[in-house]
């Protein structure tokens, strides 16, 4: 038994008379009554007894009723469901994150895309940027996002935003005093670095900058997430260089300072995904990400009111 059929004998069953379910169905009566005939053959069943009006349900038929309705209507959602789905609307997406990236826009673009695909589930799942590639790779994540993604030939990277670089301090510090705070002034500086992976990140571009500066980096401590460092550097341990968004994390006895370096200003935060991927809700996920990166120019090369606080 078919879609079609169960169809065709929910209406008779409904109207109990054969003219009356053909004009229902838009056809005419002998195709219905061949179609019945059809469905109780395969079935080996009677469904239906005729009757000086029409027609009448078996015992067997009634049965049937009891059923039909039900894988109609789920029949009816999952093709919804489907159509949703092919339109982004529905279905799930699966996102890498790492730990900094919680800290600035990433809430706020789930929020958007949440807002615009209420239907669409978003998983979360905080990642280190390896992971993040090995993931998509095996399709296990659908986008990620990260700094300093390495080219590679499978992966898209789209820029989201520049973040702004600064040096986390301990209160009572020396360079406190400070409005900025240059390579020159951290140089034999107790510093605390993440961070500690084989693959390029920011520890990796803090060390180049000193090395081109030609000065001595003074590495204390090397650890895997920005919260690690900033508890370090807040407990006296030592000092950092982390993104602006780290400022949200309002550990006690943490002062930041704007890093002012001809070569290391800002680092880029990308999302990433897989070349070959133009499933719906990743392209609907990416048109949140390309009005949030315009929008993010546009105020950042607008004038500002005043310079001075």
């Known amino acids: 038994m078919d879609l079609r059929q169960m169809r065709l004998f929910l209406a008779l069953a409904e109207e109990r008379n054969f003219s009356r379910a053909a004009e229902k169905l838009h056809m005419t009566q002998p195709p219905l009554t061949r179609q019945i005939r059809a469905l109780e053959e395969g079935m080996g069943v009677a469904l239906f007894v005729r009757t000086p009006k029409g027609v009448d349900l078996t015992v067997a038929g009634q049965a049937l009723l009891e059923e039909v309705p039900n894988v109609l209507s789920l029949a009816r959602l999952a093709e919804e469901r489907t159509l949703r789905a092919a339109r982004g609307l529905g279905g799930k997406i699966e996102i890498g994150i790492f730990t900094a990236s919680v800290l600035s826009v990433i809430p706020q673009l789930l929020a958007r895309f949440h807002a615009q695909r209420p239907d669409v589930q978003i998983g979360l799942h905080t990642m280190s940027k390896i992971e993040q590639l090995e993931a998509l790779r095996e399709r296990r994540i659908t986008v990620g996002f990260n700094r300093l993604v390495p080219e590679a030939p499978d992966i898209a990277v789209e820029p989201v935003r520049r973040e702004k670089l600064v040096v986390g301090l301990y209160e009572g510090h020396p360079l406190c005093a400070r409005k900025t705070v240059s390579l020159r002034d951290l140089e034999d500086q107790p510093m605390i670095l993440y961070p500690n992976l084989p693959i390029a990140g920011l520890a990796q571009a803090v060390t180049a900058a000193f ?38 994390l309002r550990l006690p006895n943490m002062v930041y300072r704007p890093l002012r370096a001809s070569d290391l200003n800002d680092v880029e935060l990308s999302c990433l995904y897989r070349r070959d991927d133009r499933s719906p809700v990743l392209l609907a996920f990416l048109d949140v990400v390309d009005v949030y990166r315009k929008s993010s120019m546009q105020r950042s090369v607008a004038p500002r009111a005043s310079a001075t606080r």
């Open 211 to 248: 090395q081109r500066a030609k000065l001595r980096l003074r590495v204390e401590q090397e650890v895997e997430d920005v919260l690690t460092c900033v508890a370090l550097v807040s407990a006296g341990f030592g000092v950092c260089i982390t993104t602006e968004p780290a400022m949200n």
